[in-house]
């Protein structure tokens, strides 16, 4: 009956898998259409989490593209998510490169550098660097994507691949990872459900070959099975800085070993009830871990011989007792003191007149921390001491002791008479005395004073100082709480002793060590304690080197085994350095205890001239009191204050003797009065003691199979899930983890001698090997096993294998061990005869075939004996079967009801029914359930092929028809129709078909890939209509030509489109002239450019507010950015132009917006006697000594016969220079007589010569060209022969082409040569161009090449000086021009096709 009852809960639980499995939360489908599979289709398979989906194009022959399912964009470009290795690898070469904050960065190299032996390389954020190719580490960029649980199954062994792995492991909150055999674990600082009873349970009842996660339970796990499966001890090393969890470690591996092993007399309750004991004395709260193990712990857990925990014992190491009287800053005392003063029972808190922790000097500073529950953890404390055993009058003692260290603390010393010690308040001393049981005056004389004994004179009696006595305090405390905890570690061992009974250990005990020690400590300020602590650390590393490195790589070449040697740190110098006689530093240090007069001065002295020339050692010039020791983890400075008291470690013998006479009970047994300490122990040191337990301790370990665990603090602040990169990075590199990845990936940590691997594993070859010697077998299980040879090696006398093939063979074996006996047991039961079985032994015997039919199942045994045993069971059970049962069995298999069949199937699981017809049954439940899947699968999925050649297909199979069938009818008529309005909608890219399909297959809830795509389509024809409406309305280039380019990559061709795209070039016509008119500044193509946006409501930019202002505002300030434009293009031809127009302007008479209103009359302002430089006339005429004055002062300004006699400006007479002055003087005049003589007023046999005088005299004096041009004025002024003024044209056009006039003059000479009489003249000689031309080029000096011979025909010389074409306005619309205007496509009207643009003119003058 209970056989069967299991024959139900097994199938219940396989029928609940089958259905949890069909009901699962939708994903999308991974399918296999192929014939003849034999794939389930329909149940669902979880895809790489990805947003991105691969669909095919329909519009661009079938390409493949890529779609966002969240954001809805699209890319022809293959997301790296969806990338293969080999694809990822190629698209770039990948480095890491050395980084601050993260130590190390991946990095794509983009291209060389200048600088010799670098390289260019972009970091993932974007960021940019030049770095080294030497500091560089190569980098598959694939290997980002692969983080493993096992390190040695990376793809290589670079350090920064291994931080990368061990990084991306803790943020997923995987916070163990596995090197091999050996266990890294990241300390979370936080509660992660990583202990839960269903994780427990999940790696104790684990299946046969299964593999799990990596985990502290992993490690405590196979140090069992070493235990009980190879009979050899073991030993779990736990190891890392304080604060990494290492003491977590520990009681997690601790509760595991308890839960898995079960143990005699619930012996693992009792050891694990020993931890809040140990913890609350030897634990403390420091700056790096609120629960810091301030001791070593060595735990070994003892086994029987099948397999159970029969007793422990606990060895502790170097007490911190120092904390107990100097808690650091930032740090609490113990434990037990603040669980006391605030959590204890009211009854034993009146008993000991307790406080709050603030009114105890030991306890000032931190007192509460967010992380620790005091009052908790007194309870955890209080059921220990219960649980093991402590009696009321122990827990008494111990409470006692604490309380009067404590009150010890509070005693205040002064100085007395003759500056003996004296007592402030002696109420803590008496108190104190009480508690402990001892006189008071004997305590007070203990602390006070001291006993010298002299040989031959007595004992003499020394006052001790205040400050001796405060020390001599504080060393009572100190060493009294050192005994306590001794006492409570073995007190803790002899209740492990008590409860185990009779069984007792032996030599041949199998155990399990765990040792918990303080980690390497690097502080600011490190003391003797320190130097312990890093020395234990340096002790179990090169454990840890022996065991990973020294004798692997010895054991390899032993066996002939050919191995890469890996470097590491090899920390046997520092060993040395600390503990080899004579010269070591904990030698020396015992040295200086035992010499005259030692001081911890002479110790260094002594230190420093042994260890100078050591490589491990440093001098700290800059810290006289300080040396260095290079430890594996890095450099640390140890302060040598206090170095020979710290390690005395001893009381005085009146203190001792004090104590003994307590009448406490546990006082009594900690300093018993029968026992005298002798002077060998009295001289004993600290370091001595220490160095002692650990050789025992490291004798120990070297006696077990070691299983490290490796504990990494990420971070210094102690904040949860942070992983400082730098941190992690130096304890990995310092604790040796990197080579052990490299040793544990090429070497083989599994090995067996030749006849245990033969005696193991020869039944995998059902014990038939074809060879005579061990190592030829050892060759033939291998190749039979098919394991692969880069795997294995056969050595010597070794087989050595790694831990895949490892898996391979263990599971092999297993299963045949397995196998073998369900064969044996099973082929003894079908022998049996069961109807000549009496009663009661025939249903002891089926219940026996039905468990071993059971495991035939289970492990698929289908041999002849198997089957005969199932028909048997089959046969008994159906005899049994009720015949309703059996009644409604068959009317359900009839009937095809599903809910018949499981209602009826039930009564068969809860009967323990398994018969022929239960099978038909099943079965049929099985297709009906499948087809029922399969059409909700296809209904969900709305996939055509599911719903018409599948679900469809295995309901017609067994003639199953249900409701179910016309609704997935229903859906395939209307996909159908979808796909069809689909096809035609992407095939025309209509965007009115695209948004009725998209809405049709919405109504009815279709999803298909097409769907998907046309939504796609759809989405991007919307956009690209939208696109095109915002810049239609905008008149936008960017909008446009965005909107127009998305429509050509879709195909989208519609009417509006076409519409678009000629306004894209027409807006882009405009905006490319608008920008050229911005430059250059050309009056037609500015004023074009501007009629062309206006006729388009173009707003446009600011070049185009630019434009609009020229155009629209004073055409003087027009010209004036005319001008200014062609003199920085260059166009000197354009300026001279713009110039001219600008000076008409000026002086015209039309247009009030111009010169009429905002400037004066030009030819009224500049009038040539109106400028300030002339002489006054009579001033003039009066340089003249004879003649009349009044005459000449008249026609100064006018024409004159004779020559002139003086410069009719200032200019002259403010050349300082006399003789220059002069010189100037006669050039005026002679240029004077040369424009007479060439009008013809006077005669000239030199005419040529005196034209050349007059230009070069020009060129070299701004006087003289003034003047000249005043001399033409003057001389056409009332001249009395008008025919010869006609002559003097050609001279000043002349003289215009060479020279222009002093700057000061230059507008009244404009002003001048636009009056009527020389207008007249313009159109002939161009005065205007060629003084536009001479002011803004100024004096030519190329005429010095002109020959003297030349000027006898001035016209000549005028016909190829001057080009009048230069200085003509030009005209864009006429033919000549119209090439040159490149906006000339722009002159005819967008809006009224075929007609001319209105374009606005200049004004009229």
Known sequence: RRSFEQYKKDEKAATERRQRKSKADAVAFEVDTSKGSGVRWWEKKEEPKTVWRACISNINDGMEYYVNTETGKTTWEKPEELMTEEELNQTGDWVWVQDKKECYAPAKVIGKSKKKNCQIVQLENGDRRTVDKAKTTPLMRSSLKRVVSDLTLLDNMSSPLILHCLRKRFEADKIYTNVGTILISVNPYQRLPLYTESVQRKYAERKLGAELPPHVYNIAHNAYLGVTSFLKNQSIIISGESGAGKTEATKQALQYLARIAGSVSDIEKK???????????????????????????????????????????????????????????????????????????????????????????????????????????????????????????EQSDIFSLCAAILALGNCVFQSGRRDAAVLKDPKPLNYVAGLIGVDVKALQKAITTRELRIPGQGVTLVNLSAGDASDSRHALCKFVYGRLFDWLVMRVNQSMAESSGSA??????????????????????????????????????????????????????????????????????????????????????????????????????????????????????????????????????????????????????DIVEMLQGSNMKLLKTLYPKDRAVSAKERKSSLGSQFQKQLVRLMRNLNQTQPHYIRCIKPNNEKASMKFVSKNCYEQLLYSGVFEAVAIRKKGFPFRLSHEEFVKR???????????????????????????????????????????????????????????????????????????????????????????????????????????????????????????????????????????????????????GYRTQLTRKCKELLTKIEDAEAALEVAMESKNLEFLRKKALEMCKDFNYTRPSQQKAQKMLKNIEKAQLGISRAVKKVKRKWLNQAVAFCESIEY?????????????????????????????????????????????????????????????????????????????????TVVAAADELKMVGDQKFQKLRKWVNGSYDSFLGAQYKHALKNGDKERAVQVMIRKKDLLISKHGEDYSLKRYPRLSEDYSLKRYPRLKQPMTWAKEKWWGSS??????????????????????????????????????????????????????????????????????????????????????????????????IWELLSLCLSIFPPGKEFENYLEAWLRKPNVRTFESKYHFRGLLRQSVLNGPDENIKTIQQDEYKDVSNVLSYRVNPKKFAWPDYTSKKYLNKASWADLKKSFVRKGMPLKISKPPKF
């Open 761 to 911: 594993y020869s039944i995998c070859n059902d014990g038939k090997i074809l060879s005579s010697s061990t190592k030829g077998k050892c060759e033939v299980i291998l190749r039979n096993m098919d394991c692969k040879k880069s795997n294995t090696r056969i050595g010597r006398t070794r087989v050595l294998y790694r831990a895949e093939e490892h898996k391979k063979l263990e599971l092999k074996r297993s299963i045949r061990v397995k196998n073998k006996e369900i064969s044996e047991n099973l082929e003894r039961l079908s022998q049996i005869d069961a109807n000549s079985l009496p009663e009661s032994k025939r249903e002891a015997f089926f219940i026996d075939l039905a468990e071993a039919v059971r495991d035939a199942d289970i492990f698929r045994v289908n041999t002849p004996q198997a089957n005969k045993a199932r028909r048997m069971l089959e046969a008994f059970v159906e005899a049994r079967m009720d015949p309703q049962t059996k009644r409604k069995l068959q009317k359900a298999y009839d009937s095809q009801d599903m809910k018949a069949l499981r209602e009826a199937l039930k009564i068969c699981e809860k009967e």
């Open 504 to 653: 007792k250990r032996t030599k041949s005990t199998l155990t399990i060590g765990i040792l918990d020690i303080f980690g390497f400590e690097i502080f600011e300020h490190n003391s003797f304690e320190q130097l312990c602590i890093n020395f234990t650390n340096e002790e179990l590393q090169q454990h840890f080197n022996q065991n990973t490195f020294k004798l692997e790589q010895k054991m390899y070449q032993s066996e002939g085994i050919q191995f890469d040697t890996i470097d590491f740190i090899d920390n046997q110098p520092m060993l040395d350095l600390i503990t080899k006689k004579p010269h070591g530093v904990l030698p020396l240090l015992d040295e200086e205890l035992r010499v005259p007069q030692g001081s911890d001065k002479k110790f260094l002295s002594k230190l420093v001239s042994k260890q100078k020339s050591n490589r491990v050692f440093k001098r700290i010039m800059k810290k006289p009191s300080h040396f260095g020791i290079m430890h594996y983890a890095g450099q640390v400075q140890y302060d040598t204050t206090g170095f020979l008291e710290k390690n005395r470690d001893s009381l005085t013998e």
């Open 1190 to 1287: 009044e005459r000449r002062a008249k026609n100064m300004l006018k024409f004159q016969w004779e020559s002139l006699h003086s410069p009719v400006t200032t200019h002259v007479d403010e050349v300082h220079d006399e003789q220059m002055r002069a010189s100037i003087k006669r050039q005026v005049t002679a240029a004077f007589e040369t424009i007479q003589k060439y009008m013809g007023q006077r005669n000239t046999s030199r005419m040529p010569q005196r034209i050349r005088e007059l230009l070069w005299d020009a060129l070299s004096s701004e006087q003289v060209r003034t003047e000249a041009y005043i001399g033409f004025i003057k001389q056409t002024t009332d001249n009395p022969e008008p025919e010869k003024i006609d002559r």
């Open 1007 to 1087: 999803d298909g890939a097409d769907y998907r795509e046309c939504k796609v389509l759809a989405t991007k024809v919307n956009r690209c209509h939208q696109m095109l409406t915002i810049g239609r309305n905008e008149r936008s280039e960017a909008k446009l030509k965005k909107g127009v380019r998305a429509c050509q990559k879709i195909g989208y061709k519609e009417k509006i489109v076409n519409q678009c795209e000629i306004l894209l070039y027409r807006v882009t016509r405009i905006n490319q002239e608008a920008t050229h008119a911005y430059a250059r500044c050309i009056e037609d193509q500015v004023r």
């Open 271 to 393: 050891v694990l009830q020993a931890n809040p004991i140990l913890e609350a004395f030897g634990n403390a709260k420091t700056i790096r871990n609120d629960n810091s193990s301030r001791f070593g712990k060595y735990l070994e857990i003892f086994f029987d011989s099948k397999g159970r925990i029969f007793g422990s014992a606990t060895e502790n190491y170097l007490l911190e007792k120092v904390r107990v009287v100097q808690p650091a800053p930032s740090e609490r005392n113990f434990h037990i003191f603040y669980q006391l003063t605030k959590a204890c029972p009211s009854n034993l808190q009146r008993k000991l007149n307790l406080g709050p922790p603030s009114t105890y000097a030991y306890l000032r500073g931190i007192t509460d921390v967010p992380t620790i529950d005091d009052a908790r953890e007194m309870k955890d404390l209080l059921t220990a001491f219960r649980d093991l055993g402590f009696s009321e009058t």
